[in-house]
């Protein structure tokens, strides 16, 4: 039975194999999170509109929309969320597991525009010192602006 399943699986290669594994497997969502810096040491933080009211703050964070890369997805959310162009560096977070989603963090760098949030989603943007972060700061967030892993 083995090699009769894998004569027939070598008979499709290609796109046919590419739908078979699809629809045999979990479909998860990616969400990326940036720590993003600016030339200070700083890091930008949101005070999102949409989390919880004790934990509104955290880092620029998004989801992976199908054949984007992900350094480009926290490119892309910080532009949108706030107007500024950054670009991710190295991967530090990487972490599966949930029922839906996978997450992944890179460090950024700011690289420039200027400063316009989206009201849609975000009340405020701010620089922040490491050792200065205001409360209500996501936790999971935390660790990773002081680079331990994030649960």
Known sequence: MKKIIARLWRGIRGP???RVLWLAHAKFMVGVTGVVRD???RVLLLKHRMWPPERPWGLPTGYAVKGEEFPHTIAREVKEETGLDVKAG????LKSGYKLR???AYEAVCTGGTLKIDTFEILEAQWFSPDALP???QES???LIHGKPAD
């Open 90 to 93: 190295r991967l530090v977070h």
């Open 135 to 137: 409360d209500g700061v």
């Open 141 to 143: 967030h935390r660790a």
């Open 39 to 41: 030339g200070q040491g």
């Open 16 to 18: 046919m194999q590419w």
């Open 102 to 104: 996978l997450e992944v």
